[in-house]
Each structure stands twice: as C-alpha cells, then as structure tokens.
C-alpha cells in the first residue's frame, strides 16, 4: 500500500474557499486536476499527460499540496528502479458559486463526509443495494456493466436536481432584484439600505450585534438605524 507523504492540515472554511478559488482559476492547475482524476500519475507522466513542461507542473503540483487539493505518496516502479513520487487527489469536494442581487456565495462542501440521514426514497435505496453489490464484484467487466447502470441513474438525478434548483434560484433573483429596486427608490440613508438588504438576504434572522459587524459599522449607529426602520413596521430586528 502507498504511503502518503504529507497531509495538508485543516484551514479555515473561509481561507479554503479562497485557495481552492485561485487554485482553479488557473487553466493548468484544472488540466492537472482532471488528469488526476483519472489515476494517480507520477511526475514525468503528469508532465507528458498535461502537455506542460516539468518545471511548470512542478510549480503547480506544490500549490495544489499546498491548498490540500492534491497530495503524493511513493510506490514502487514498474521498472524496478527506485521508488516512484506519485500524485493523487485528496479531500474530494463541490463548489458551487451564486452571484445575483442580494446573493453573493460561495458553498463547500467535503464528499468525504459520511451521511449519517437514512436513504428518504425508492431510488435511493435501489442504488445502495447496487453499491454494495458492485463493491463485492471481483471481476473488471462485472463492476463497469453495474457501475453504467448505476452511474446513469445518479446522472440523471443529478440534472433533475440542478433544473429544480436553477428554477428555486430564479424566483429567488426575481424578487430580491424587484424588492432591492424599491429599497433603492424608498430610503436616502445609504446605511437603512444596507441594513435592509442585510436583513433580506438573512431572511430576517439577524440580530445587532451580527448586523453590525457584517456592515463594519459601531452598534449605537445601527441601532439607531434599526429604531428608526422599526419606528416605520418595515423590519424586526433584536436590540437587546
């Protein structure tokens, strides 16, 4: 079995969030990425797969380890020479971006989490059945005809997902871009607009103390702010 060579300790959320995107805003880092994801490739492969120099991939395959996207351990060779530096991925995880009126985010999540929730529908509880099934199979031929049957059906929930979630995310768009459009038209006060747009994007679950801090600006200021919004019935904001 290989040995990893180095783990990338634990970051912040947020700081990971702000490697993984410079990681992938470069073209070659994603090129070594989906070559990764094929096999575990050592360095002279990597280099010829990806179509760059060595000295480049190297550069690239140190911020990777870095930012804890990629990781090497040392296998042996297929030419009985010396031990062989391969790279591989680590901590699989999705990104997805939102940026609209009233609604810049970024969410991550780690794959490499267990679910601890039971299987909610029919679908779900086929697939497991099959998972397990195909992690019993010994044969090659055997796991690549369960695994196209599997991976369709995953596939196709997938997009089934994305359209209902592309749909929610409109109607969102739609009524924070009309409900910011009347704000922007009904209040002077660049702060009372911040903090109603503050205020809409939480849903309405925002105390001072957090409100204060997310505009950078001191609580007595806010909360004058706030009174005067409230002395209007247009928000309820906690100030004690």
Known sequence: MPVALRRVQNLPHNERIEQ?????GNETRRRILKALAEEPRYFNELSRAVGVSQQA???HLELLV????????RAKSDLAGPDRKYYQLDRPFYLSIEVATGAVGIELQDLDRKSKREPEEKWERGVGSRIQQLERANDVSQMIELSEGILKELDDEIQRLDRRKFSLMQGK????????????GSYD???ERRILYAWLA????IDLETLSESLDKREKEVRQAV???QRRNVVRIPVD
């Open 202 to 205: 939480e849903g309405g679950r």
């Open 20 to 24: 993984l995107l410079d990681m992938l």
């Open 173 to 184: 768009r739609m009524i924070m871009r009309r409900v910011h459009e009347e704000i922007r």
């Open 57 to 59: 991939v190297l550069k």
């Open 66 to 73: 870095e930012a804890g996207v990629v990781t090497s351990f």
């Open 227 to 229: 009174d005067r919004l």
């Open 189 to 191: 006060s660049d702060l």
